[in-house]
Each structure stands twice: as structure tokens, then as C-alpha cells.
């Protein structure tokens, strides 16, 4: 089966420097994917890693440890628009196909 | 020049009724998939098609049905709604075959469905 798992909600400062972090469990892995939604609005695209390492994307950073399923998404200096849900997702491939199995999330706060 | 688009972002429905909600891409992608969020927030996968054909069904209701009409085109029908199918509705598409160097899935807008 798939299992992924993120911590439901975080808070932190403006400007600070946050880590989300992404646990998985999966069959036909073919990349880690990062998401970010605003209530009301769809997922967007942030970050991806398929090899392990670091990832830096601007103020955004992700980093893959296949070895041990385990993903996380930094952003540094926190603005106030970065409240929102991070998304993790695992990209599957397999004889029947492409997936993206979703975790449930991850809210973030974040204060002035 | 919406990559992928969804119609319509409301729909409110008594239940009982029958429905449909379309989506689009323009980006070209061989896979499309329907999502369904909860109130809870989960993006759980309902259904996927990769060059017009199904191949991921997950334990959806046969109330549920996808209709690809062509490679850009995947729209949900959904027959006898019931309360819990209250839910948004997202459409995504991406690319199988190594040609976008992102691989990512791409979102439409969601469809915000009541049923009361």
C-alpha cells in the first residue's frame, strides 16, 4: 500500500527559517513532489527531487532520502504569504501507469 | 492561457440529481486525473487516464464516472448524488513520457460541490 505522513500544523515567525518534513512508504517511487495550497485555491507546483540530495529553489529548498523515505521542504525567510498547506506527494510509476499519492498535509501558520 | 481549467467552480445540487463537471489541458499531457478534498483537507485520487484509457479506478462509488472524450478532455459524471459527496473536486493532468523536465501534475482551479 501507500503510506504518507506530515505533521498537521506548524508555526512560525516572519522571517525564521521553517523544515516540513515528509515520511513515505510506497510502491514504483519515481520522484517526491512539494505542494503549496491557499484555502480556497488548487495545489501548486513548488519543488520536486528525484535523486537524492538537495533541491534549492529560491527561498525554497527541498531534500530526498530514498534509503529512508523521508523528504522535507525548508523555506527560509518567512513571509506572511506563506501561510498555507504544504503538500507531499509521491509520484508512482508501474505497468499501469502514473499516480501522485498525496499526504494529508501540512498547515502552516505564520505570525508577525 | 489556463493550462488546466475546470467547469464550473461552484455547483450546488439537491440530492438525487445527476451532474457532470468538465476539465481541460492545454499543456499537452498524456494523463489526466480527478481528485476529490474533503473537509478534511486529504486530496485522495479517484481516478486517472492515460491516452483515453482507465487505469487507476481506486474504491470510487460506480456512481462516479469518467468520460475522456480525447487526450485534453476528462470530465466527471456523477449520477444519484448523496450528501457525503459535498466535497472540491480537482482535476490534474501531467506528462508520463520524460518531455516537461518538472514531471509535475498540474491543477485545475477545483469544483466546490454542495449537496443539500
Known amino acids: 500500500g501507500q503510506n504518507i505522513d506530515q505533521p498537521t500544523e506548524m508555526t512560525a515567525t516572519e522571517g525564521a527559517i521553517v523544515q516540513i518534513n515528509c515520511t513515505y512508504q510506497?510502491?514504483?517511487?519515481?520522484?517526491l513532489f512539494w505542494y503549496q495550497q491557499h484555502a480556497g485555491e488548487a495545489p501548486t507546483f513548488l519543488s520536486y527531487?528525484?535523486?537524492?540530495g538537495l533541491e534549492e529553489k529560491g527561498r525554497f529548498s527541498s531534500f530526498l532520502s530514498r534509503s529512508k523515505g523521508y523528504s522535507y521542504l525548508l523555506l527560509k525567510e518567512l513571509q506572511m504569504k506563506d501561510s498555507a498547506s504544504y503538500l507531499c506527494?509521491?509520484?508512482?510509476?508501474?505497468?499501469?501507469?502514473?499516480?501522485?499519492?498525496f499526504g494529508p498535509g501540512t498547515r502552516l501558520s505564520v505570525l508577525p | 492561457d489556463t493550462a488546466v481549467s475546470q467547469t464550473p467552480k461552484y455547483l450546488v445540487t439537491q440530492m438525487g440529481n445527476d451532474k457532470s463537471i468538465k476539465c481541460e489541458q492545454n499543456?499537452?499531457?498524456?494523463?489526466m486525473y480527478w481528485y476529490k478534498q474533503d473537509s478534511k483537507k486529504f486530496l485522495k485520487i479517484m481516478f486517472s487516464?492515460?491516452?483515453?484509457?482507465?487505469?487507476i479506478n481506486e474504491t470510487v462509488p460506480n456512481r462516479f464516472s469518467p468520460k475522456s472524450p480525447d487526450k485534453a478532455h476528462l470530465n466527471l459524471h456523477i449520477n444519484s448524488l448523496e450528501l457525503g459527496d459535498s466535497a472540491v473536486y480537482f482535476c490534474?493532468?501531467?506528462?508520463?513520457?520524460?518531455?516537461?523536465?518538472?514531471?509535475?501534475?498540474?491543477f485545475g482551479q477545483g469544483t466546490r460541490l454542495t449537496v443539500v
Open positions: 510506497t510502491s514504483g517511487f519515481n520522484g
Open positions: 506527494a509521491v509520484r508512482t510509476l508501474d505497468n499501469y501507469g502514473q499516480n501522485f499519492v
Open positions: 490534474a493532468s501531467s506528462q508520463v513520457v520524460n518531455r516537461d523536465p518538472q514531471w509535475a501534475a498540474f
Open positions: 487516464y492515460n491516452n483515453k484509457e482507465l487505469i
Open positions: 527531487n528525484v535523486l537524492d
Open positions: 499543456l499537452g499531457h498524456d494523463t
